[in-house]
Protein backbone atom coordinates (compact mmCIF):
# COMPACT_ATOMS: atom_id res chain seq x y z
CA UNK A 1 0.00 0.00 0.00
CA UNK A 2 1.40 3.53 -0.63
CA UNK A 3 0.62 6.03 1.55
CA UNK A 4 2.08 9.01 -0.15
CA UNK A 5 5.06 10.60 -1.79
CA UNK A 6 6.22 13.46 -1.08
CA UNK A 7 9.38 15.82 -1.14
CA UNK A 8 12.02 15.65 1.64
CA UNK A 9 15.10 17.10 2.41
CA UNK A 10 18.09 15.01 1.77
CA UNK A 11 21.85 14.62 1.45
CA UNK A 12 23.06 14.42 -2.19
CA UNK A 13 26.10 11.57 -1.35
CA UNK A 14 27.02 9.02 -3.43
CA UNK A 15 23.59 9.12 -5.91
CA UNK A 16 21.97 7.62 -2.53
CA UNK A 17 19.28 9.71 -2.09
CA UNK A 18 16.30 11.52 -4.16
CA UNK A 19 14.05 14.29 -3.81
CA UNK A 20 11.05 12.48 -2.78
CA UNK A 21 10.27 9.23 -1.18
CA UNK A 22 7.93 7.18 -1.71
CA UNK A 23 6.35 5.58 1.96
CA UNK A 24 4.97 2.23 2.35
CA UNK A 25 2.92 1.02 5.29
CA UNK A 26 4.28 -2.10 6.78
CA UNK A 27 2.27 -4.28 8.55
CA UNK A 28 4.54 -4.68 11.38
CA UNK A 29 5.04 -4.15 14.92
CA UNK A 30 6.50 -0.30 14.97
CA UNK A 31 7.60 -0.58 18.62
CA UNK A 32 10.16 -3.36 16.92
CA UNK A 33 14.21 -2.40 15.96
CA UNK A 34 14.06 -3.19 12.11
CA UNK A 35 16.80 -3.57 9.71
CA UNK A 36 17.14 -4.22 6.05
CA UNK A 37 18.17 -7.33 3.85
CA UNK A 38 19.21 -6.50 0.49
CA UNK A 39 17.65 -10.32 -1.13
CA UNK A 40 14.78 -10.48 1.10
CA UNK A 41 15.32 -12.45 3.48
CA UNK A 42 13.45 -11.19 6.71
CA UNK A 43 13.09 -12.12 10.27
CA UNK A 44 11.54 -11.20 13.76
CA UNK A 45 12.65 -10.85 17.10
CA UNK A 46 12.05 -13.97 19.04
CA UNK A 47 9.27 -15.37 17.11
CA UNK A 48 11.37 -17.54 14.99
CA UNK A 49 10.12 -16.82 11.56
CA UNK A 50 12.21 -16.61 8.59
CA UNK A 51 10.72 -15.67 4.93
CA UNK A 52 12.37 -15.41 1.77
CA UNK A 53 10.37 -12.91 0.63
CA UNK A 54 7.57 -14.97 -0.60
CA UNK A 55 7.21 -18.07 2.08
CA UNK A 56 7.68 -17.95 5.68
CA UNK A 57 9.06 -20.72 8.00
CA UNK A 58 8.79 -20.95 11.50
CA UNK A 59 12.06 -22.52 13.13
CA UNK A 60 11.59 -24.15 16.64
CA UNK A 61 14.89 -23.83 16.97
CA UNK A 62 14.89 -19.94 17.14
CA UNK A 63 11.89 -19.95 19.77
CA UNK A 64 14.32 -18.83 22.34
CA UNK A 65 16.30 -16.81 20.09
CA UNK A 66 16.33 -12.60 19.46
CA UNK A 67 17.03 -12.20 16.18
CA UNK A 68 19.42 -8.92 15.84
CA UNK A 69 20.45 -9.64 11.93
CA UNK A 70 20.39 -11.74 8.87
CA UNK A 71 22.83 -11.90 5.78
CA UNK A 72 21.91 -12.09 2.29
CA UNK A 73 22.64 -15.68 2.29
CA UNK A 74 19.84 -15.95 5.21
CA UNK A 75 22.51 -16.41 8.01
CA UNK A 76 21.26 -15.07 11.40
CA UNK A 77 22.44 -13.39 14.25
CA UNK A 78 21.48 -12.39 17.64
CA UNK A 79 21.16 -14.01 21.41
CA UNK A 80 19.68 -16.62 23.29
CA UNK A 81 17.64 -15.75 25.48
CA UNK A 82 18.04 -18.57 27.95
CA UNK A 83 21.55 -18.26 28.39
CA UNK A 84 22.42 -14.72 27.03
CA UNK A 85 24.87 -15.75 24.58
CA UNK A 86 25.39 -14.49 21.03
CA UNK A 87 25.44 -16.71 17.88
CA UNK A 88 25.58 -16.73 14.71
CA UNK A 89 24.54 -19.54 11.65
CA UNK A 90 21.33 -20.59 9.70
CA UNK A 91 19.09 -21.66 11.78
CA UNK A 92 18.83 -25.14 12.75
CA UNK A 93 22.62 -24.71 12.81
CA UNK A 94 23.50 -22.19 15.24
CA UNK A 95 26.98 -21.36 17.00
CA UNK A 96 27.91 -19.47 19.88
CA UNK A 97 29.78 -16.15 19.57
CA UNK A 98 31.04 -15.69 22.69
CA UNK A 99 34.74 -13.79 23.46
CA UNK A 100 36.91 -15.47 25.97
CA UNK A 101 36.49 -14.50 29.64
CA UNK A 102 32.98 -12.74 28.97
CA UNK A 103 29.88 -13.89 30.78
CA UNK A 104 27.34 -12.60 28.46
CA UNK A 105 27.25 -12.01 24.79
CA UNK A 106 25.48 -10.73 21.46
CA UNK A 107 25.66 -10.34 18.26
CA UNK A 108 24.02 -7.32 17.07
CA UNK A 109 24.77 -7.00 13.46
CA UNK A 110 26.54 -9.25 10.45
CA UNK A 111 27.35 -7.92 7.04
CA UNK A 112 25.15 -8.51 4.00
CA UNK A 113 28.00 -10.34 1.87
CA UNK A 114 27.76 -12.81 6.32
CA UNK A 115 32.14 -12.23 6.25
CA UNK A 116 31.73 -9.42 9.27
CA UNK A 117 29.51 -9.81 12.56
CA UNK A 118 29.53 -7.09 15.22
CA UNK A 119 28.14 -6.97 18.39
CA UNK A 120 29.52 -6.77 22.49
CA UNK A 121 30.03 -8.37 25.62
CA UNK A 122 30.09 -8.44 29.48
CA UNK A 123 33.37 -8.53 30.62
CA UNK A 124 34.04 -7.37 34.42
CA UNK A 125 30.58 -5.73 34.86
CA UNK A 126 31.57 -3.67 32.04
CA UNK A 127 30.16 -3.68 28.51
CA UNK A 128 33.06 -3.87 25.38
CA UNK A 129 33.07 -4.45 21.63
CA UNK A 130 34.05 -6.85 19.19
CA UNK A 131 34.02 -7.93 15.34
CA UNK A 132 34.96 -11.03 13.81
CA UNK A 133 36.43 -10.76 10.43
CA UNK A 134 35.83 -13.89 8.45
CA UNK A 135 36.23 -16.28 11.53
CA UNK A 136 38.64 -13.99 13.40
CA UNK A 137 37.74 -12.33 16.50
CA UNK A 138 39.03 -8.96 17.27
CA UNK A 139 38.01 -6.96 21.21
CA UNK A 140 38.35 -3.58 21.38
CA UNK A 141 37.20 -0.60 23.55
CA UNK A 142 36.23 2.62 21.87
CA UNK A 143 39.23 5.46 23.25
CA UNK A 144 38.26 6.78 26.59
CA UNK A 145 37.78 3.57 28.24
CA UNK A 146 33.50 4.15 28.44
CA UNK A 147 32.11 1.33 30.75
CA UNK A 148 29.27 0.66 28.50
CA UNK A 149 30.51 0.54 24.62
CA UNK A 150 27.78 -0.93 21.65
CA UNK A 151 28.56 -2.20 18.43
CA UNK A 152 25.21 -2.43 16.07
CA UNK A 153 25.91 -2.90 12.54
CA UNK A 154 28.99 -3.53 10.37
CA UNK A 155 29.35 -3.82 6.42
CA UNK A 156 31.04 -5.53 3.78
CA UNK A 157 34.16 -3.68 3.85
CA UNK A 158 34.61 -3.99 8.06
CA UNK A 159 32.94 -0.12 9.03
CA UNK A 160 31.03 -0.61 11.76
CA UNK A 161 28.47 1.74 13.63
CA UNK A 162 27.74 2.01 17.44
CA UNK A 163 27.76 4.08 20.61
CA UNK A 164 29.47 4.28 23.96
CA UNK A 165 26.80 4.74 26.15
CA UNK A 166 23.49 3.81 26.05
CA UNK A 167 21.00 5.75 25.35
CA UNK A 168 20.58 9.36 26.05
CA UNK A 169 24.72 9.71 27.19
CA UNK A 170 27.51 9.40 24.93
CA UNK A 171 28.33 9.81 21.08
CA UNK A 172 27.48 7.57 17.85
CA UNK A 173 30.77 6.86 16.18
CA UNK A 174 31.63 5.12 12.50
CA UNK A 175 34.55 2.59 13.28
CA UNK A 176 37.01 2.22 10.33
CA UNK A 177 38.63 -1.33 10.05
CA UNK A 178 42.16 -0.04 11.33
CA UNK A 179 40.37 1.09 14.52
CA UNK A 180 40.00 5.11 13.78
CA UNK A 181 36.81 6.38 15.20
CA UNK A 182 34.65 9.05 13.67
CA UNK A 183 32.04 10.60 15.92
CA UNK A 184 28.53 10.91 13.73
CA UNK A 185 26.69 14.17 14.75
CA UNK A 186 23.79 16.52 13.70
CA UNK A 187 24.17 20.14 13.93
CA UNK A 188 21.57 21.75 16.40
CA UNK A 189 21.26 17.87 18.22
CA UNK A 190 23.76 17.19 21.19
CA UNK A 191 22.77 14.07 21.33
CA UNK A 192 22.21 10.91 18.76
CA UNK A 193 22.40 7.81 20.76
CA UNK A 194 19.13 7.31 21.40
CA UNK A 195 18.61 4.49 19.38
CA UNK A 196 20.73 1.73 17.75
CA UNK A 197 22.17 2.85 14.62
CA UNK A 198 22.46 0.83 11.27
CA UNK A 199 24.81 1.24 7.72
CA UNK A 200 25.00 0.27 4.70
CA UNK A 201 28.06 -0.04 2.20
CA UNK A 202 28.61 3.24 1.29
CA UNK A 203 28.96 3.67 4.96
CA UNK A 204 25.55 5.91 5.00
CA UNK A 205 23.99 5.86 8.33
CA UNK A 206 20.62 6.45 10.13
CA UNK A 207 19.74 6.37 13.81
CA UNK A 208 17.23 8.35 15.50
CA UNK A 209 18.29 11.15 17.96
CA UNK A 210 15.73 13.29 20.75
CA UNK A 211 15.46 17.14 20.67
CA UNK A 212 13.77 16.99 24.15
CA UNK A 213 10.19 16.65 23.18
CA UNK A 214 10.25 14.18 20.14
CA UNK A 215 12.12 11.15 18.20
CA UNK A 216 13.49 12.06 14.91
CA UNK A 217 15.10 10.43 12.36
CA UNK A 218 18.66 11.47 10.90
CA UNK A 219 20.77 10.37 7.70
CA UNK A 220 24.57 10.91 8.08
CA UNK A 221 27.65 10.15 5.72
CA UNK A 222 31.07 11.76 5.74
CA UNK A 223 30.49 14.02 7.94
CA UNK A 224 27.21 15.65 6.44
CA UNK A 225 24.04 15.17 8.04
CA UNK A 226 20.68 15.75 7.52
CA UNK A 227 17.26 15.04 10.26
CA UNK A 228 14.56 13.18 8.55
CA UNK A 229 11.13 13.58 9.30
CA UNK A 230 8.35 11.53 7.58
CA UNK A 231 5.79 14.07 6.41
CA UNK A 232 2.90 14.22 8.70
CA UNK A 233 4.71 12.63 12.00
CA UNK A 234 4.57 13.84 15.56
CA UNK A 235 7.69 11.56 15.91
CA UNK A 236 10.08 9.71 13.33
CA UNK A 237 13.00 6.87 14.01
CA UNK A 238 14.99 5.24 11.92
CA UNK A 239 16.28 1.84 11.74
CA UNK A 240 18.39 1.41 8.98
CA UNK A 241 19.43 1.33 5.24
CA UNK A 242 20.06 -0.70 2.19
CA UNK A 243 22.25 -0.91 -0.33
CA UNK A 244 19.53 1.02 -2.52
CA UNK A 245 18.83 3.64 -0.07
CA UNK A 246 15.81 2.23 1.39
CA UNK A 247 14.99 3.40 4.89
CA UNK A 248 13.21 1.35 7.16
CA UNK A 249 11.80 3.08 10.27
CA UNK A 250 8.46 4.12 12.23
CA UNK A 251 6.47 7.41 13.01
CA UNK A 252 3.48 8.22 14.97
CA UNK A 253 0.75 10.22 13.47
CA UNK A 254 -1.49 13.13 14.33
CA UNK A 255 -3.38 10.13 16.16
CA UNK A 256 -0.92 8.97 18.40
CA UNK A 257 -0.83 5.95 16.48
CA UNK A 258 2.33 4.31 15.90
CA UNK A 259 3.22 2.87 12.33
CA UNK A 260 6.39 0.96 10.68
CA UNK A 261 6.91 2.44 7.14
CA UNK A 262 10.00 2.14 4.32
CA UNK A 263 10.52 4.85 2.11
CA UNK A 264 11.65 4.65 -1.15
CA UNK A 265 13.68 7.14 -2.76
CA UNK A 266 12.89 7.90 -5.87
CA UNK A 267 12.93 11.16 -7.84
CA UNK A 268 9.80 10.49 -10.15
CA UNK A 269 8.20 9.38 -7.48
CA UNK A 270 7.48 6.25 -8.82
CA UNK A 271 9.33 3.36 -7.05
CA UNK A 272 10.85 1.05 -10.10
CA UNK A 273 8.77 -2.30 -10.74
CA UNK A 274 11.60 -4.83 -9.06
CA UNK A 275 11.18 -2.63 -6.04
CA UNK A 276 7.37 -2.85 -6.39
CA UNK A 277 7.24 -6.56 -6.81
CA UNK A 278 9.78 -6.87 -3.20
CA UNK A 279 6.84 -4.70 -1.19
CA UNK A 280 4.57 -6.52 -2.45
CA UNK A 281 6.19 -9.91 -1.40
CA UNK A 282 6.74 -8.28 2.42
CA UNK A 283 10.48 -8.11 2.12
CA UNK A 284 13.00 -6.17 3.80
CA UNK A 285 11.51 -6.09 6.61
CA UNK A 286 13.50 -7.44 9.30
CA UNK A 287 12.20 -6.75 13.19
CA UNK A 288 13.79 -7.30 16.19
CA UNK A 289 12.44 -6.11 19.01
CA UNK A 290 13.27 -1.98 20.29
CA UNK A 291 10.43 0.25 21.94
CA UNK A 292 10.99 4.20 21.65
CA UNK A 293 13.52 5.17 24.25
CA UNK A 294 13.39 8.54 26.73
CA UNK A 295 16.00 9.89 28.40
Known sequence: MILKTVAVSFIAAAGMFAASYTYYHIPANPYERASLSNTGYTASGSTGRITNGVNTTYYPSLSSKYLFGVADNGTV?????????????MPGDLHNVIPAGATTSRVSG???????????????GSQRMFIVDNGVMTTFDYSGAHAQQYLWDVNDSGYSVGLTACCSAGLTFLRSPGGSYTTISVPGF???TLDQSGLNNSNVVVGS????????????????ATVFDRPGALETQLFDIND???????????????????AVPDASGVPEPATLSMLGAGVVLLGVARRYIRP
Open 110 to 124: ISPDGTNIAGNYNQG
Open 244 to 262: SGVLLGSWRNQLGEDLAFI
Open 190 to 192: ANT
Open 209 to 224: LYDGTASHGYIWQNGS
Open 77 to 89: VGVDFNTGIGFQG
